[in-house]
């Protein structure tokens, strides 16, 4: 009885079963988002700093353009804009700000 369970898992090892391997790396579907997004901004140092540094720079840039306007909505008639306009709509004579004057100094004509 042990020659014959030894004889059929050596057959049963001997044959080949096909499988279903899925190969990561090679295939013909349409690349992925994170393939793509590897390959354009992190596969070489230099991109993926360019991108760092440019998603910092656009990124701040939002952030503050959406809470400003957030701020600039939650306050509207209590900022110092729209205060000064309804306060002081005609300023008095003799208090509007003067054009300066451009003074022609010129050294070179001492010569």
Known sequence: MLARLASSAR???KRVVPTLRRSFYKTNEPKQFNDLLYN????????YSTAVVGVAIFGG???????????KANN???????????SFPNPPEGT??????????????DE
């Open 11 to 13: 057959t049963s090892s």
């Open 40 to 47: 354009v901004f992190m596969k070489s140092n230099v991109a």
């Open 61 to 71: 840039m939002a952030y503050d353009s959406v809470f400003e306007g957030l701020w």
């Open 76 to 86: 509207r008639g209590k900022l110092f804009e729209d205060v000064i306009e309804q």
């Open 96 to 109: 509007e700000e003067e054009e300066e004057e451009e003074d022609d100094d010129d050294d070179d004509d």
